[in-house]
């Protein structure tokens, strides 16, 4: 049992892990200028040698993008949280009784990664610069992806997953 808890405790951090790299690294959209040159934008910045904000990011014409910041946001927030009422319902929870409470949070996290990721793969083109539209996902877009089954599965384990001694 001990390491089943472990493994568990392990695939939710490694979770956390993909979720803030892929919320904070630079790399969803990767565009290259010349043979050396590459343009690394994430939800915030584009950067090349300086990081630049993203055109118009506070106009309501980049909404999606907003709401792609703020499910990213949410779902690390969401998936700490969980983390840490797994560890409280560890210690206070009866034997016999599942971790309910804590598969709710992780699989609302998973839900805000799929919003946004979706949200950010269907209206790249509306929140980017036009200089900036011929390019490709980059390696946080991937991560994000990623991370989406990971808090899912997390999500159903601890719905199955009942205390025991």
Known sequence: MLIILLSIILFHLAAVILLLVA?????????????QELIFTDLWYSCNSTCFPVENSHTASAAYLQAVQATMILATILCCISF???ILQLFKLQQGERFLFTAIIQLLASVCVM??????????????????????????????????????????LYLVLRKRK
Do not use: C
């Open 23 to 35: 919320t904070i690294y630079n790399a969803w959209w990767v565009v290259s200028v010349g043979k």
């Open 115 to 156: 919003i946004g990721v979706s949200i950010y793969t269907q209206q790249k083109d509306s929140f980017h610069a036009v200089s900036l539209r011929e390019g490709s996902y980059g390696a946080s877009y991937i991560l994000a992806w990623i991370s989406f089954p990971m808090t899912l599965i997390s999500g159903f």
């Open 84 to 86: 840490f009422v797994f």
